[in-house]
């Protein structure tokens, strides 16, 4: 039998260093190579959830954001490709992690790297009450949950805030109207530190253009 390797000798009181987790190995390979890794001015990380409303219009803002890493709920991975998104064609322009954990792991870039602001758009009814509540059980809920924590503000494009919503289904146009819970909910999600809400595209643009002014960046020129 092969004796095992001592164990590394630690100062007085010194912890042993955490072993990485399997799966946030498994996300490496997720998060595709980017010049820009270390950015010195930061990152935008983006979080995606379920929802088809407006997702086409709010990624061609992330496009335009410097140096953007996307993390995708697991309802994510299931509609972008009905709008025509696939992940091999979002790697080309951004680092994505992916909600393949119970205790979501990638929430820990958050620590690892310098995340300037959150973003979560869209952001389905679902999610917008979980935050609003303090649940976190899905990537884009930790992640705004833990970004909050360290004081990272945080930007929310809640769907459900007119009462009557025309959205693009993958296949048609649908009209909904919100129920009253809905309207509840973004009002306590407004309430939470650290978190602006915005309720359309216009609204999503300028919070952005004010964050990109107050840390001294700008818009890429092109998004091509």
């Known amino acids: 039998m092969t004796p095992s390797a001592p164990a590394p000798r630690l100062k007085d009181g010194e912890p042993p260093a955490p072993e990485a987790h399997p799966g946030f190995v498994a996300h490496e390979e997720d998060a595709a190579a980017d010049p820009h890794v270390h950015a010195p001015h930061g990152r935008f990380a983006w979080a995606i959830t379920g929802s088809g409303h407006l997702l086409v219009e709010s990624l061609a803002l992330a496009r335009r954001l410097p140096t953007v890493d996307l993390f995708l709920s697991a309802a994510a991975e299931e509609v972008l490709p009905m709008y025509g998104y696939r992940l091999e064609g979002l790697r080309e322009h951004f680092r994505v992690f992916r909600d393949r954990t119970a205790s979501a792991v990638p929430v820990g870039t958050l620590y690892a790297e310098h995340y300037h602001t ?41 769907c459900d805030t007119e009462p009557v919503v025309v959205t693009r289904a993958p296949h048609d146009w649908v009209t909904l109207r919100p129920r ?3 309207f509840e909910n973004v009002e306590r999600l407004r309430a939470i530190d650290h ?30």
């Open 180 to 182: 009253r819970i809905e």
């Open 118 to 158: 959150l973003v979560v758009a869209p952001a389905t009814s679902n999610t917008v009450a979980k935050c609003a509540l303090g649940i976190s059980d899905t990537l884009p809920t930790n992640m705004f949950a833990q970004a909050g924590k360290l004081g990272i503000p945080g930007i929310v494009f809640a």
């Open 195 to 224: 978190c602006r809400v915005v309720c359309s595209v216009a609204e999503l643009e300028a919070a952005l253009a004010e964050r990109l002014a107050a840390l001294s960046l700008a818009w890429n020129a092109s998004s091509s």
